[in-house]
């Protein structure tokens, strides 16, 4: 079992940053994918971002790319998400997800955080 808990989110304004963290611990592996998700009041849980942990390729989506960047530190097996130049619409409950590289859906998950970004 990988066990996801994410930590750093909060209550920020407009143009604010955040940076969260996911920390992974349990079962760990090399031929991993790490992705962020959130989830808005009311509506689907949404891709955000995600790193593959053998070669640092990373996808981001098209709401969030050239603000938010996604990282990762092998020694502490963890997952960053900097987030800047934060908007109302990065409003939402993100998730931490952990998934194998051929596996075709994460099928590990955090307990989530949220980030309330205020106009």
């Known amino acids: 079992q990988v066990h996801l808990v994410e930590s750093g989110g909060g209550l920020v304004q407009t143009g604010g940053s955040l940076r969260l963290s996911c920390a992974a611990s349990?079962?760990?592996?090399?031929?991993?994918?790490m992705g962020w998700f959130r989830q808005a009041p009311g509506k689907e849980r949404k891709f955000v971002a995600s790193?593959?942990?053998?070669?640092?390729?990373?996808y981001y989506a098209n709401s969030v790319k050239g603000r938010f960047t996604i990282s990762r530190e092998n020694a502490e097996n963890t997952v960053y998400l900097q987030m800047n130049s934060l908007k109302p619409e990065d409003t939402a409950v993100y998730y931490c997800?952990?998934?194998?590289?051929?596996?075709?859906?994460?099928?590990?998950w955090g307990q989530g955080t949220q980030v309330t970004v205020s106009s």
């Open positions: 997800a952990a998934r194998l590289i051929t596996a075709a859906a994460y099928d590990y």
């Open positions: 349990g079962r760990t592996f090399s031929r991993a994918v």
């Open positions: 790193i593959n942990w053998g070669d640092d390729s990373t």
